[in-house]
């Protein structure tokens, strides 16, 4: 894994340089008219504006994105492929992850001891958006899948662990079984472990 974090984003670019250069433009040129209307479309890949994608960041995702799926494979044996997305704080990556996963009238179940500022989105934010939290302890797989079976329109379980700066830990294979029986999504937060101590993709 060491190797993979030196050498794994695979990133080339057209001068070569051994590290990836750090792209400061706002925006990126088009060869043509013709070509930048296919980038703003989708039907080419290719940068458009910087706060869309950047080479920096985009070799950034890959590296993380690798470095979680190290090692794992799928189902029928190939390597575990995943795509990163870089936020500019863990709050507004916590913001995407729930909002793009949860509805007004959706159930989002997580435990106690989280970030101060997961805990107010989860427990402020979400419900004046129609979207309802619940908090339990997560720690005893007959009473956490008790639950589950009870709770209607349960979307999301979201795991700290670590949690900081509790340190509180979640059994995350556990959790991962138990709604994986009842098609019930995982989320993970896994800033103090890092995918060098913990790979929560080797329990989807």
Same mark, same amino acid.
Request: hydrophobic share 40%; aromatic share 6%.
């Given at each position: 894994?060491?190797?993979?974090?030196?050498?794994?984003?695979?990133?080339?670019?057209?001068?070569?340089?051994?590290? @990836?250069?750090?792209?400061?433009? #706002?925006?990126?040129?088009?060869?043509?008219? !013709?070509?930048?209307?296919?980038?703003?479309?989708?039907?080419?890949?290719?940068?458009?504006? #910087?706060?869309?994608?950047?080479?920096? @960041?985009?070799?950034?995702?890959?590296?993380?994105?690798?470095?979680?799926?190290?090692?794992?494979?799928?189902?029928?044996?190939?390597?575990?492929?995943?795509?990163?997305?870089?936020? =500019?704080?863990?709050? #507004?990556?916590?913001?995407?992850?729930?909002? !793009?996963?949860?509805?007004?009238?959706? &159930?989002?179940? #997580?435990?106690?001891?989280?970030?101060?500022?997961?805990?107010?989105?989860?427990?402020?934010?979400?419900? +004046?958006?129609?979207?309802?939290?619940? !908090?339990? !302890?997560? +720690?005893?797989?007959?009473?956490?899948?008790?639950?589950?079976?009870?709770?209607?329109?349960?979307?999301?379980?979201?795991?700290?662990?670590?949690?900081?700066?509790?340190?509180?830990?979640?059994? &995350?294979?556990?959790?991962?079984?138990? =709604?994986?029986?009842?098609? @019930?999504? &995982?989320? @993970?937060?896994?800033?103090?472990?890092?995918?060098?101590?913990?790979?929560?993709?080797?329990?989807?």
């Amino acid at each position: 894994m060491t190797s993979f974090a030196i050498h794994g984003s695979g990133h080339s670019n057209a001068e070569h340089a051994h590290l @990836v250069p750090i792209y400061a433009t #706002s925006t990126f040129v088009f060869d043509n008219a !013709s070509q930048g209307m296919d980038r703003f479309s989708g039907k080419t890949p290719g940068f458009i504006y #910087s706060r869309f994608g950047n080479p920096t @960041v985009a070799a950034a995702e890959d590296m993380i994105a690798g470095l979680e799926a190290f090692g794992l494979t799928t189902e029928e044996g190939k390597p575990l492929k995943l795509r990163a997305l870089l936020h =500019a704080s863990g709050q #507004s990556a916590m913001t995407t992850l729930l909002l !793009s996963n949860l509805s007004a009238g959706d &159930v989002v179940l #997580s435990h106690p001891g989280l970030y101060g500022g997961s805990h107010e989105l989860l427990y402020g934010l979400l419900p +004046r958006l129609g979207i309802r939290a619940i !908090s339990a !302890s997560l +720690r005893e797989e007959n009473e956490l899948e008790k639950l589950v079976q009870n709770t209607k329109n349960l979307k999301l379980i979201h795991i700290e662990s670590p949690a900081n700066p509790t340190m509180t830990c979640i059994d &995350v294979e556990m959790v991962c079984r138990v =709604a994986k029986r009842h098609a @019930v999504k &995982v989320s @993970v937060d896994n800033t103090f472990a890092t995918p060098y101590l913990q790979q929560p993709f080797r329990h989807e």
